[in-house]
């Protein structure tokens, strides 16, 4: 009896056992168990299926001791009669059975029968294990997805696993875990199989992930080589129907267009497509809304208009679109000069991120728009913390991308605080991740260094890194970014004793940062327009 209870688990249910039990046996199941139970062997569960009573071995070890003692061919029979009980229950979770159906299979091997009997255990498992690692990837639940589609993709023929682009979804996965080089092993794997199998539909959709891996890993050329990618397998993915790979598509595209290039409005326009492909697919759109709300956050609309849409985006989707939208909301707040509200809410960012193990996005987008919040408020110290800690995990990861801009981040955090030789030390990292075409990285780089190069003297160079930036900037939708190039011009202006035009600087970006209705940042540019003019 306890052989067959162990099979079912540390917790099994009565109607399981008597489903284990030879004929003869059936009459004596509950005398046996109210036995186990005085001996204090097994004790009453709690039942999670209607109308069945629960037990559970009162130690793990004795479920592991009785497991260990049954021959793997008998393992295997009972594992695989044990799913046919859990099929004909109601509300069973499909890892449940699939999990039963791989150790079904396993065991089979292990007593030397690799049969066809085994490979159709194995398909069985791998199918139900799939549609349970999809379904934790559509919830956020980044372990669980990550176990169950690892399992299913080494039970499953690598047809099927690629047909099912089951290794482009863990990939993305683990990437989100911030496992990241592991990830883009697994889409390399992903782009092999693809290859080997001759499917160019698969083949696209793990073209499509890794240059999006790429694009942050190793910026430089990248979103060339999403655009050309996308212009190529656009008008097949649309002839065979795949709105997955399409969605992603355009949401890539919308990072680049906004993330990396400063367009916001076409970046929305992106967003949106995606959103339309994600729910064809029946995914949830958080990534999507994450690239909406950052649209709102850097691009043109104003502070009143863009909370108002981030508000109403709240209930576009889950829980992971919560935390995205939230973060960028919390840096409206700030521009509105609300910090307390602000930071409630990046608190909860965080807090969301860390409770589905989104390791990625605590890196990626809470800390860069924390420090944003600190800045405004003056805080340069908290704000240093944060990006001091943000990258030197990106540079662990070798993440390039976003270590491009947060390192230039942390350089203004400390330039602000006189640490001028150590802002220098980050807008050298900066400049030396940033990809050629990435924007926000090409003029935040060169504003800091500027800054920098003006307080040593080297007013030439710092005045020519400055115009070079504030034209970088020009040609952009990135109002408030514009502005803060704007700013760190006027203060290698006023460096070089240029007094009056320090000061038209600051007016014309006091007219962007009211433009955008980004009143904290407004006041404090007119604070340095009084240092300047006490009169």
């Known amino acids: 009896m306890l052989h067959r209870a162990a099979v079912i688990g540390r917790e099994f249910w009565h109607g399981a056992v008597l489903e284990l039990s030879s004929t003869l046996d059936v009459p004596a199941v509950g005398r046996i168990l109210a036995d186990l139970t005085r001996k204090g062997l097994i004790e009453p569960g709690t039942s999670t299926l209607a109308r069945e009573d629960a037990f559970r071995f009162h130690h793990a070890l004795i479920r592991d001791v009785a497991y260990s003692s049954i021959p793997e ?19 069973v979770p499909e890892e449940l059975s699939g999990y039963h159906l791989e150790q079904a299979y396993r065991c089979r091997l292990g007593s030397g029968r690799a049969d066809g009997h085994a490979r159709r255990l194995a398909a069985d498992a791998g199918r139900r294990l799939t549609g349970a690692g999809l379904r934790a990837a559509k919830v956020g639940d980044t372990h669980a997805a990550a176990s169950l589609l690892s399992r299913a993709a080494s039970l499953l023929d690598s047809e099927e696993v690629v047909r099912r682009d089951l290794l482009a979804e863990l990939g993305l996965v683990l990437w989100r875990a911030g496992e990241v080089g592991t990830a883009e092993e697994t889409l390399v794997r992903a782009l092999d199989l693809a290859v080997t199998a001759d499917d160019r539909r698969a083949e696209w959709r793990a073209r499509v992930e890794l240059a999006n891996l790429r694009l942050i890993r190793a910026p430089e050329g990248g979103a060339e080589a999403l655009a050309a990618l996308a212009a190529e397998s656009i008008p097949l993915l649309e002839g065979l129907g795949d709105a997955r790979t399409l969605g992603r598509i355009w949401y890539i595209f919308a990072f680049a267009r906004g993330g990396l290039h400063c367009r916001y409005a076409e970046s929305e326009s992106a967003a949106e497509r995606a959103i339309e492909y994600f729910r064809r697919s029946g995914w949830p759109v958080a990534p999507c809304v994450q690239e909406l709300a950052a649209s709102l956050y850097y691009g043109p609309t104003g502070v009143p208009e863009a909370i108002r849409r981030c508000r109403a985006l709240l209930d576009e989707g889950d829980r992971g679109g919560e935390a995205h939208v939230l973060g960028f909301l919390a840096g409206l707040e700030a521009m509105d000069e609300r910090f307390d509200s602000a930071r409630e809410l990046i608190g909860r960012t965080k807090t969301i991120y860390e409770e589905l193990a989104w390791t990625v996005n605590v890196t990626t987008n809470y800390a860069p728009l924390a420090a944003d919040i600190e800045l405004l408020a003056g805080d340069h110290l908290a704000a240093e913390r944060l990006l001091t800690e943000s990258c030197s ?84 939708d990135a109002v408030a970014q514009h502005a803060a190039v704007l700013l760190a011009y006027a203060e290698v202006l006023s460096l070089g004793g240029s007094m009056d035009a320090a000061a038209e600087t600051i007016e014309e970006a006091t007219v962007l940062f009211d433009r955008k209705a980004n009143r904290a940042a407004s006041r404090q540019a007119r604070a340095r327009l009084r240092e300047l003019n006490p009169s």
């Open 393 to 476: 995990v990106l540079e662990e990861w070798g993440e390039r991308a976003h270590l491009a801009t947060q390192a230039a981040q942390l350089g203004d955090a400390l330039f602000a605080q006189g640490r001028h030789e150590e802002a220098l030390r980050w807008a050298d990292v900066a400049a030396g991740c940033a990809a050629s075409d990435d924007a926000n990285a090409q003029f935040s780089w060169r504003a800091l260094r500027a800054k920098v190069l003006a307080t040593q003297g080297a007013f030439g160079e710092a005045t020519a890194l400055a115009r070079e930036a504030v034209d970088l900037a020009a040609g952009t």
């Open 73 to 91: 061919e008998v393992r295997s029979d009972l594992h695989e009669r044990l799913v046919d009980w859990l099929d004909r229950q109601s509300a």
